[in-house]
Every structure is written in structure tokens, then in C-alpha cells.
């Protein structure tokens, strides 16, 4: 034991001004970044750090204490992080990630958009003609939550009230209107929060071969085709479609990117490349990632206009051009954001 403790005293003597020297440097590093360094300084770090690896592996090598080899060891981690991951800036990440990696990562994946953007489309297309044919229809799309007040049998003022509700009331008499308008709100954060739902279960179900990503998609968009149906009927039609759309384009873009996360992730459960179906998934999984946290951000946007334009601009023709101007910027984003840039994701 006399002999093993000698054997390590001397060890550390030998090397140990080496050590702290690399310590100092990796501290200063690790608080304010390399640029801290001076040349001198950032010549010397590959050296200290080669001394203090070989070290730690002569000190394996002939059984030191423990102390000693945790010392080393943390050490040799610490320096290596310094010197070999690049450190990005929280707010450079940001922007990275929003404007290179998520729409390349659409981009890449267009095909299964496509195809998810289509099975919504369709399918609100089909809900619409379904109850405009047969009204009664409707209560077998849509669910209890959502009929309340958009039902075949509401009245044409009670849909303008709730699609246009006063801002300024001038006696009590009117609190059953307000109450009327402000069933809006309840049906606005239901469809949000049901969307966010489908949106999430699209990702997590795609491991399911996606089978039930095309079925959520298009209940999705039959329940919003027959509601749109019900205010057609009573020629408010686009006054609806002027309320939705301008956090819809949004709302239901996030949808559709989920759509296509799922389907990727199903394709890759049916079809696994050559080198296996666990690490197909994995690498989906990773490239997806992009996807599914742009996807969220779409999300919030959307409940930002929800939650304040509609409360506030009641004109019909300010809507459908916010609805235009939302349409355009988010074609053009997933279009030409990020190309050309060399440290986007790989495919």
C-alpha cells in the first residue's frame, strides 16, 4: 500500500503542473469560449491535452488511486469538448434551425407533404358536399363538442353573430347575444386543441405504418369540410372560411407536416433501408426532429393570430388578405429558405 501511494505521489509531481495549467486554460475556456485564449495559449491546448490523455492512460495502466483517475478523467473530457464541439450561440442555433434545417428538412420530404396536404384537402372537399347533400349527415362527422351552435338547425343570425361578435354592448338585454358570440371562443380552442392532438398523434402513430395518420387527416378535414357546409347553406360561406383561414393556413400547415412526419416514419417501418429497420427509424427520427419542433413553433403562431387578429379585425376583406399574405410567406419560407447553406441536415 506504502508502495502504491509513493508510486502515485510521485506520478502526480512529475505531471500534475501540466494538468493545472490545462485546467486553467479548459475553465477559461468553457466561461467565455476559446476567443478568451490567446494564440500562444490555443497552440499549447493540443499539447497539454495529448499529455494529460497519455496520463490518464498510463495511469490506468499501472492501477493508481482513484482520486487520481477521476481527476484525469474529468479532465480529459472537459478538454475534449473544448477543443473538438463547436459551441453555437443559443440565438445562432435559433436561427439555424428556423431558417436552414426545418425547411430543407421539408424540402427533402415533399413527396409525403404533397400526399398529406392532399388527404386534408380531399377530405374537406368530402365533408362539404357529404352535408350540403344530406345535412343530417352532419351529427355522424361531427362530434358533440363541435355541433353546439353550428348544427343544421341554427338560425342564420346566430352563425353571423357567432362568426362577427359586437364589441360594444349598450344594454343588459343583449347578454344572451354576447353569450351566443362568445360560444366563438369555446369552438376556436376546441379546434385548436384538436388539431394540436392530431397534429402530435400523426408524428407518434407513424410507427404504426402510418395507417392511421391518413385516417386522422382525413376526419380532420371531414369534420372541417362538414361545419364550413352548415354556413354555406346559409350563405355565409366564405365569411367562414375568412374566419379560419387566417390562423388555418397556419393551424392546418402544422397539421400536414405532421401528416408527413408519420408517413415518413411509416415508410421507413414498411420499406427500412439496407441497413436495417431500427436504424432506418432512428435516422428518420433524428432528420424529423426538425419537423416536428417547427411544427410546434407553426402551432404557437397560429394561436397568436387566433387568439388576437380575429378578436380584433371583424372585416371580411382584411381576413381573407391576411389569409393570401399567410399562404404566400409560408410557400415561399419551405420554397427558397436556407438553400445553399453547406451545415443544413443531411438527407
Known amino acids: 500500500m ?7 505521489t510521485q506520478f502526480r509531481a512529475e505531471r500534475e503542473d501540466s494538468w493545472y495549467e490545462l485546467e486553467s486554460l479548459v475553465g477559461r475556456a468553457e466561461r467565455r469560449g476559446l476567443r478568451n485564449l490567446t494564440r500562444d495559449e490555443l497552440e ?34 472537459r478538454s475534449y469538448v473544448v477543443m473538438y464541439t463547436v459551441k453555437t450561440p443559443l440565438l445562432t442555433a ?47 362527422i361531427v362530434p358533440e363538442e363541435f355541433a353546439s351552435a353550428h348544427d343544421p338547425g ?10 362577427y361578435p359586437p364589441q360594444f354592448r349598450e344594454s343588459d338585454e343583449e347578454a344572451e347575444t354576447d353569450a351566443e358570440a362568445g360560444s366563438l371562443q369555446v369552438f376556436a380552442s376546441i379546434l385548436f386543441t384538436r388539431n394540436f392532438k392530431i397534429g402530435l398523434l400523426c408524428i407518434g402513430l407513424g410507427f404504426a405504418a402510418a395507417a392511421p395518420v391518413f385516417y386522422l387527416l382525413f376526419y380532420n378535414g371531414l369534420l372541417l369540410g362538414a361545419i364550413g357546409a352548415i354556413y354555406s347553406s346559409h350563405g355565409l360561406g366564405p365569411d367562414f372560411w375568412a374566419w379560419v383561414l387566417p390562423h388555418g393556413v ?36 433524428r432528420e424529423l426532429a426538425y419537423v416536428t419542433v417547427g411544427a410546434l413553433i407553426m402551432f404557437l403562431i397560429a394561436a397568436v393570430i387566433e387568439s388576437f387578429f380575429r378578436q ?23 420554397c427558397f429558405a436556407g438553400r445553399g447553406h453547406k451545415s443544413a441536415t443531411r438527407g
Not at 408519420?262 to 441497413?275: I, R, S, T, W, Y
Not at 389569409?323 to 419551405?334: D, H, K, R, Y
Open 154 to 163: 341554427a338560425s342564420t343570425e346566430s352563425l353571423r353573430d357567432i362568426l
Open 94 to 140: 435559433a436561427v439555424n434551425f428556423i431558417w436552414y434545417g426545418f425547411p430543407r428538412t421539408v424540402r427533402r420530404r415533399w413527396r409525403q407533404l404533397a400526399l398529406s396536404t392532399a388527404v386534408l384537402v380531399a377530405a374537406i372537399f368530402c365533408g362539404y358536399v357529404l352535408v350540403s347533400s344530406d345535412p343530417e349527415a352532419y351529427y355522424s
Open 44 to 77: 499549447r491546448l493540443p499539447t497539454l491535452y495529448r499529455s494529460a490523455v497519455s496520463s490518464l492512460s498510463v495511469a490506468r495502466a499501472i492501477s493508481l488511486d482513484r482520486n487520481t483517475l477521476d481527476y484525469l478523467e474529468d479532465l480529459a473530457r
Open 312 to 334: 380584433l379585425v371583424q372585416d371580411i376583406v382584411i381576413r381573407w388578405t391576411l389569409a393570401g399574405i399567410t399562404l404566400v410567406m409560408w410557400v415561399c419560407f419551405f
Open 2 to 8: 506504502e508502495t502504491l501511494q509513493l508510486q502515485s
Open 250 to 285: 397556419t393551424e392546418l400547415g402544422a397539421v400536414c407536416l405532421c401528416g408527413m412526419a408519420g408517413m415518413v416514419l411509416g415508410q421507413a417501418v414498411v420499406f427500412p433501408e439496407k441497413e436495417g429497420r431500427l436504424e432506418t427509424l432512428a435516422a428518420r427520427g
